[in-house]
Each structure stands twice: as structure tokens, then as C-alpha cells.
Nanobody, 123 residues
Framework: VQLQAFGGGLVQAGGSLRLSCAASGRSVSYYAMGWFRQAPGKEREFVATISWNGGSTYYADSVKGRFTISRDNAKNTVYLQMNNLKPEDAAIYYC?????????????????WGQGTLVTVSS
């Protein structure tokens, strides 16, 4: 499975971005998908996850109510809609896929990782 994240960019605080993660190589329809982020000098942290059928989602407290994860299994793609962005949201955002189908918030739960897309938020 290869994952490619895109959609990052520069946005002002309070603005919105939509990240996409396209999977290739095989279908991820039965995989859990997640988004993580890593700011300079910090460890990679969990952002959001979605179960294989989209029936369950789970968010980090820091993004709850502002970010929404979704997926389109027909397109083999997962999305992260980010609203009301804050400077502390700035990071490289990574998508990940887990061969298990539930919702998972730990790095170790994921088997495949994309290359990341940079989100910059100006204050």
C-alpha cells in the first residue's frame, strides 16, 4: 500500500484546509485510516482516525470540533477537513493505514505511512 497525502499549504489563523490521502497498490476499504502530525522538535502525534466503513471516528482533544475525518472507499481516499486553524496546528501531516479495521490512536497501530504534507498557519 502506498499513501500520498496532499492539500497542505499556508493559511491564516481561523482559515480552513482540506487534506487528502490517496491510497494505491491495493484497496484500503477494510483498513482503518488515520492522520497524525509532527511539528519541528516534537514527536509525531495523533490527530484523527476512522474505521474501515466510516462508522467510527476518534479525534485528539486538541482538534475535536474543528477537524473532521472522512473517507471515500470507492476512491480509496481519506480526507481531513480542518477548520478554524490555529498556529499550533502547523506541522507536517501524515496519513496512515492499519490492516485492522477499527479506530486507533497510536503510531504502532499503523502499518503504512504516507510522505506527509506541510501545513503552515500564520497568526
Amino acid at each position: 500500500v502506498q499513501l500520498q497525502a496532499f492539500g497542505g499549504g499556508l493559511v491564516q489563523a481561523g482559515g480552513s484546509l482540506r487534506l487528502s490521502c490517496a491510497a494505491s497498490g491495493r484497496s484500503v476499504s477494510y483498513y482503518a485510516m488515520g492522520w497524525f502530525r509532527q511539528a519541528p522538535g516534537k514527536e509525531r502525534e495523533f490527530v484523527a482516525t476512522i474505521s474501515w466503513n466510516g462508522g467510527s471516528t476518534y479525534y485528539a482533544d486538541s482538534v475535536k470540533g474543528r477537524f473532521t475525518i472522512s473517507r471515500d472507499n470507492a476512491k480509496n481516499t481519506v480526507y481531513l477537513q480542518m477548520n478554524n486553524l490555529k498556529p499550533e496546528d502547523a506541522a507536517i501531516y501524515y496519513c496512515a493505514a492499519s490492516r485492522r479495521g477499527g479506530v486507533y490512536s497510536t503510531v504502532e497501530s499503523y502499518n503504512y505511512w504516507g510522505q506527509g504534507t506541510l501545513v503552515t498557519v500564520s497568526s
